[in-house]
């Protein structure tokens, strides 16, 4: 089973990937697999990251990981852009507690404001829409819950133990935070 774990930057992808790898999860970091296998296109000075080949990225995944029988997440940014998975989690975070976590990773103050944007806006949740099925999706507030919360959800997701609709898309909403500009 392939479960994609995306979110904005900072919403805590790692964090949990790590907790899940003691809940016998194998994890694919695909920043780093891309970078290793060739699948860089080169460095967005615009928005401060590398350019990655999702194309490229998924005919690997599709060769390599896709027929293992274990659970295997991947870890990052690009993980809904990754086709026939079979579930895809998308972290969320509320804007202000996003920005208190993305000034630890030492980014200028322009990375940082473009991600707690994409987050208000809903970048990610969109482009999973335009490229998974409704029934495949699913989203955690993580703004007060803890790394191991989580990775308890996303357990819990994974293995179908969770009331219906209680991680549906959609139910996450920062529009207030448009609106104090
Ligand atoms: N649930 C949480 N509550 C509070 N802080 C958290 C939580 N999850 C992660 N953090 C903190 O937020 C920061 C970003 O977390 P992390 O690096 O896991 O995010 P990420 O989604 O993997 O980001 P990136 O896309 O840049 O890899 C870290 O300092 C981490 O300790
Ligand atoms: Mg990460």
């Known amino acids: 089973m392939i479960i994609a774990l995306t979110g904005t930057p900072g919403t805590g992808k790692t964090t949990v990937a790590t907790l899940l790898k003691k809940k016998s999860y194998a994890v ?19 928005r401060e990251c590398s350019i990655i080949d999702v194309e490229k990225l998924q ?3 599709k060769e390599n990981l896709f027929k293992k029988n274990e659970k295997i997440i991947l870890d990052g940014l690009l993980s809904h852009l990754v086709k026939n998975v079979d579930l ?3 972290l969320r975070c509320h804007p202000g507690e996003l920005k208190k976590r993305l000034e630890t990773k030492g980014w200028s103050e322009r990375k940082i404001s473009e991600n707690v944007e994409a987050e208000t806006l809903d970048v990610i949740l969109c482009e999973a829409a335009e490229t998974h099925d409704k029934s495949h999706l699913f989203e955690i507030d993580t703004t007060s819950k803890t790394p191991v919360e989580i990775a308890e959800i996303v ?7 969770f009331n219906k609709g209680e991680y549906d898309i959609g139910m996450v909403d920062w529009s207030e935070e448009i609106r104090k500009g």
């Open 59 to 61: 005919v690997y995944l």
């Open 28 to 46: 694919v970091e695909l920043n780093r697999l891309a970078k290793e296998k060739g699948f860089v296109d080169g460095y967005d000075e615009e």
């Open 155 to 161: 357990d819990g997701i994974v293995n179908g133990r």
């Open 88 to 90: 895809v989690i998308i």
